[in-house]
């Protein structure tokens, strides 16, 4: 295997609180040197300038729908791995409402070896918790685990019935395994298509209420005190979940949550021109809850910054607005707005925000990434922050194109990506690009 030092970049690992001006030198897939002057023994290392650039380690992708098996028509493992290592993602962990579920070893089996075969990054996958999604029974949770979930979700569906959450929360502690909630009740969603208030008046749209999210997060909270079972809050978007969640870790209670780009920086009033592609769920809430969202990254009560990459097809959201389903892609812009919108105005600094991309989701999962300490693998990301990119949706590595961001110019562009010591992206192209170039 190749060797490379990558030297005079500015090297960000809060892992191992390194925030400096350093070298890396990546041997045999592992970190073998991190620090000032550092040389090779290997005379054949590739030496790489990353002056006036960033190095950080590999993003972890903690809530990513990659649509295989099933839907590829709208994303395969192999295009979501391509946009993954786009935007700076080494390591994605992907939810199982797939084609079939992922609530078997055999489904857990084919991704586990579709990415192994594709070589882009780390595919994580986490398991349902009921059959189907269906909500009516358990899977055969540690069937799962010896097939490689790292977590348990019915994500896109509620676990409406409580008894079956409780018991999720308890049989998952004997593996240690956290249980990620899709905090929405159903009955008070249903029907709903944006956040539910003065947009949804004028806009003639059913509305979800903050309550519809807030009540599960409230009963998953209680669930995981009574448990001492670990759960996981997906895509918090209201000012009332948050302080749920607040006052829970105040008590000690084994709780954490994430949020997304989208519910950090865009409002309902995006949605008064009817563009299928702001219509999310949770749907985009009012300005006092993204503020109350950027409040809660700077105190620390939000652990992480997920995507929720949900590819659709073309046609899906090309429909009318109570039709066309909810979703929108993220893992080729989520570092790039983060940096622009969040780190550019000052809500929190890039450390932190490479903290709530990598060393948190990881330590959710219980994945050893996010880090670039001496015998860690080689996962890393070289980063230009001053670099400027136009949001083209044709040039996206995703089979899928359903952003709201087209047009928009963002700051933090991804050079380079090592997926264990092994480039896949060099000087902004795809290794296997550059290598089909060299041969023509």
């Known amino acids: 295997m190749s060797s490379y030092l990558i030297s005079g970049g500015h090297v960000i690992d809060p892992h191992n609180n390194t925030n400096d001006i350093m070298d890396v030198l990546v041997e045999d897939g592992k970190i073998a040197s991190v620090g000032i002057g550092i040389t090779s023994d290997k005379s054949s ?40 290592a786009r ?90 395994k956290p249980v990620i909630s899709h905090a929405e009740d159903s009955s008070l969603a249903k029907g709903g298509q944006i956040n539910e208030g003065y947009y949804s008046t004028i806009l003639g749209l059913k509305g979800i209420p903050a309550a519809a999210e807030e009540i599960i997060v409230a009963r998953d909270i209680i669930l995981a005190e009574l448990t001492g079972g670990k759960v996981h809050i997906a895509h918090l978007s209201t000012a ?106 000052g809500v929190i600094s890039l450390s932190k925000a490479i903290e709530l991309m990598s060393v948190n989701p990881a330590k959710i999962l219980g994945v050893p990434k996010g880090s670039i300490g001496v015998g860690d693998t080689a996962d890393l990301v070289i980063l230009d922050t001053n670099a400027v990119l136009e949001v083209d949706p044709a040039k996206f590595e995703s089979k899928s194109i359903n952003t709201p961001y087209a047009g928009r110019k963002l700051k933090g562009v991804v050079t380079d990506v090592f997926s264990a010591g092994r480039p896949v992206i060099r000087d902004g192209r795809f290794v296997s690009e550059i290598v089909s170039l060299t041969n023509q």
């Open 240 to 345: 009332g979940s948050l302080e749920l969640v607040r006052q829970a870790k105040e008590r000690g209670i084994d709780v954490t949550c994430e949020v997304t780009p989208h519910h950090l920086i865009l409002t309902e009033a995006d949605l008064i021109g009817y563009n299928t592609n702001f219509k999310v769920n949770p749907p985009l809430r009012s300005s006092k809850d993204v503020e109350s969202l950027r409040q809660g990254l700077k105190d620390g009560v939000i652990d992480a910054i997920a995507s929720d990459h949900a590819p659709h097809a073309r046609h899906e959201k090309e429909m009318e607005f109570d039709y066309a389903p909810f979703g929108l892609i993220g893992l080729e812009t989520t570092l790039a707005l983060i940096i622009t919108d969040i780190v550019g105005s």
């Open 45 to 84: 290392a590739e030496v790489i300038d990353a002056s006036g650039k960033v190095i950080i380690p590999g993003l972890v992708d903690m809530h990513v729908h990659l649509r295989d098996p099933g839907r590829e028509d709208e994303e395969t493992i192999e295009s979501g791995l391509r946009a993954a």
């Open 87 to 176: 935007g700076g993602f080494t390591s994605v962990a992907c939810m199982p409402n797939t084609e079939p579920v992922i609530d078997c070893a055999s489904v857990v089996e084919y991704v586990k070896r579709k990415a192994a075969d594709v070589g882009f990054g780390n595919v994580f996958p986490i398991g349902a918790i009921t059959h189907g999604l269906k909500g009516e029974t358990l899977s055969e949770m540690g069937e799962l685990v010896k097939a490689g979930v790292v977590a348990f979700s019915d994500d896109g569906r509620c676990v409406m019935n409580s008894q079956l959450m409780r018991r999720a929360l308890e049989y998952s502690k004997m593996w240690e």
